[in-house]
């Protein structure tokens, strides 16, 4: 196709994939990031499915091991330590600055706008006039990656609203270097999980918070999954300690004491000793709300909605930076295949649309059995990370 002038909004892994995907295809293509400075998510770890290396290893020419540590096993332990299940399972996990380092150091700092907040857009007959607020931008196509608080689905599809699964992501990470050798050898070689009454925790290595992959350099990273009544119970853990509430996350440092304490004296109360250790050694522990998100449409016109923009799902299939990946690798195919953007982009959404569709179903799915109707059984191959299905 002729070359777009295309302006994808939103410069974290969804929106920093699909930019050089679309470059590389030959287009005019601008990240505009609401950001004032490059992001920062202190580490947190992901799985790391192939849709999610994907483009570091095809395109960037980066080895997998320079990015994410692979575990052999799934190990699953019992409140007194010892082991319930075990399987061997290899996986890898990173972390999300890990790939958004990596991401930007190839896409460059030329063409990414920070502090540029996108605020409203208009679509004409030719293109789309994307407003921020300190300029007006016309393109061709506008690809909104603008995560599960998407301004751009609250205009394009108002009903589309999130929901609260239920339940949150207790997160945090220590250092392997400041944990006891032999606890740091038990977690470093696993995705080791902890199943109890409407919770379940699972802990895995990531690299370092520069980056590192190398052993005695690399974080324990744990996730906590619990529950909160909406409403009152869910806006106290959500108001941080300056007295301000949050929607989406508490990052680190801001949750209020008598949270991280409750978080430690339930870490002793109900997990195993050596994961109780982990949460109870994190200095700042943080949280991420569970929201599911399902649009009807991801094409409108010359605006398209990809990642958690589109469909936010639960993290149960490690699969959200896979999705917004593909999102990213399908959108550059269409254009290729078909030099009219609108007809490109309707050829695009459907297959788009099944998938996540079909990924935010099965980890609801995974969610329930965990949070509501633990029947969450060790060695459920549906429990297994995927994007397209369980282990694909
Ligand atoms: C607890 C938890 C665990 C997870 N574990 C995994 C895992 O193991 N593996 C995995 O692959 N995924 C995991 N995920 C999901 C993953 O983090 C998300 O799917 C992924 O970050 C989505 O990327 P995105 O680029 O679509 O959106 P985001 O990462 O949310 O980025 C959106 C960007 O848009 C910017 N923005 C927002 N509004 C505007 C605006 N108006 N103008 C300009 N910029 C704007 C934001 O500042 C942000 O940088 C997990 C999620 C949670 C909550």
Not at 212 to 227: E, K, P, T
Not at 267 to 296: K, N
Not at 304 to 313: N, P, W, Y
Not at 365 to 378: H, I, K
Request: with cysteine; hydrophobic share 40%; glycine share 10%.
């Amino acid at each position: 196709m002729t070359k777009a002038r295309i302006a994808v909004v939103g410069g974290s892994l969804g929106g920093l994939t699909a930019a050089c995907l679309l470059r590389d295809s030959g287009h005019d293509v601008t990240v505009y990031e609401r950001s004032d400075r490059e992001l920062e998510q202190r580490g947190a770890g992901i799985g790391f499915l192939e849709a999610s290396s994907r483009y570091l290893v095809e395109r960037a020419n980066l080895a997998l091991d320079e990015v994410s540590i692979a575990t052999d096993y799934i190990r699953y332990l019992e409140r007194d330590g010892s082991i319930a299940h075990e399987a061997e399972h290899r996986y890898l996990f990173s972390s999300w600055n890990a790939v958004y380092r990596r991401l930007l150091e190839h896409w460059g700092s030329e063409r990414y706008v920070l502090g540029a907040e996108m605020v409203g857009f208009e679509q004409g007959e030719a293109g789309v006039s994307v407003q921020f607020e300190k300029q007006t931008v016309e393109v061709d196509l506008l690809v909104c990656a603008d995560g599960v608080g998407s301004m751009s689905r609250r205009e394009l599809q108002p009903d589309a609203d999130r929901s609260y699964a239920g339940y949150v992501a207790w997160r945090g990470m220590v250092p392997e270097a400041d944990l006891p050798g032999d606890l740091a050898a038990s977690l470093t070689d696993a995705i080791t999980y902890h199943v109890y009454a409407n919770s379940h925790i699972l802990v895995y290595p990531i690299p370092g918070l520069d980056g590192s992959v190398c052993a005695g350099d690399r974080l324990i990273n744990f996730v906590w999954y619990r529950n909160y009544l909406e409403g009152g119970d869910l806006d106290d853990v959500l108001t941080d300690r300056n007295g301000v509430h949050r929607e989406l996350s508490m990052p680190p440092g801001l949750a209020t004491d008598h949270h991280v304490a409750e978080v430690r004296a339930t870490a002793a109360a109900r997990l195993p000793a050596s994961l109780a250790e982990l949460v109870m050694r994190t200095e700042q522990p943080f949280l991420q709300v569970v929201y599911d998100v399902e649009v009807e449409r991801m094409a409108f016109g010359r605006v398209c909605l990809i990642g958690d923009a589109a469909f936010s799902v639960r993290p149960h299939a490690a699969a959200g930076t896979a999705k917004a990946a593909d999102d990213g690798w399908t959108l550059a195919a269409a254009l290729d295949a078909d030099g009219d953007v609108e007809a490109a982009l309707k050829r695009w959404e459907p297959q788009q649309l099944k998938l996540g569709k079909d990924l935010l179903e099965r980890t609801r799915r995974v969610g329930r059995r965990s949070q509501s109707d633990n029947s969450w059984a060790p060695g459920d191959p549906e429990l297994i990370f995927g994007l397209h299905e369980p282990g694909q």
